[in-house]
């Protein structure tokens, strides 16, 4: 069964920039992806990967600001995040499937988290003003 722990996840000020990463274990599949929550929200993709064709995708309030990325060999997913501000408050999670059409995948899962093979637990991101 894979299981995905996520870490990284703290307080910073806005501005500022926040590294998370998502061990895998028992995972051998092509497509992971970071969904955030914030409070009051609903959960909303944030990022996601095609490990195969490193194809990627982003929500458009993080574009040009987060960055996907995984090590193979360490079978570990990152989500590099820059300028941080307190609108990207959440918990983050990580999630993934064995593939998925990375441009879909946002509109696919929502409201169905079920859709993806595994989540984390979650690591909890706080950008204050």
């Known amino acids: 069964q894979v299981r995905l722990a996520e870490s990284g996840g703290g307080s910073v000020q806005a501005g500022e920039s926040l590294r998370l990463s998502c061990v895998a274990s028992?995972?051998?599949?092509?497509?992971m992806a970071w969904f955030r929550q914030g409070p009051g929200k609903e959960r909303e993709g944030v990022a996601a990967?095609?490990?195969?064709?490193?194809?990627?995708s982003y929500t458009d309030s993080v574009k040009g600001r987060f960055t996907i990325s995984k090590d193979n060999a360490k079978n570990t997913l990152y989500l590099q995040m820059n300028s941080l501000t307190p609108e990207d408050t959440a918990m983050y999670y990580c999630a993934a499937a064995d593939s998925c059409d990375v441009d879909r995948i946002f509109s696919v899962v929502a409201g169905h988290p079920e859709m993806l093979d595994a989540w984390g637990q979650g690591t909890l991101v706080n950008v204050i003003s």
């Open positions: 028992y995972y051998s599949g092509h497509c």
């Open positions: 990967i095609d490990i195969g064709d490193k194809m990627t």
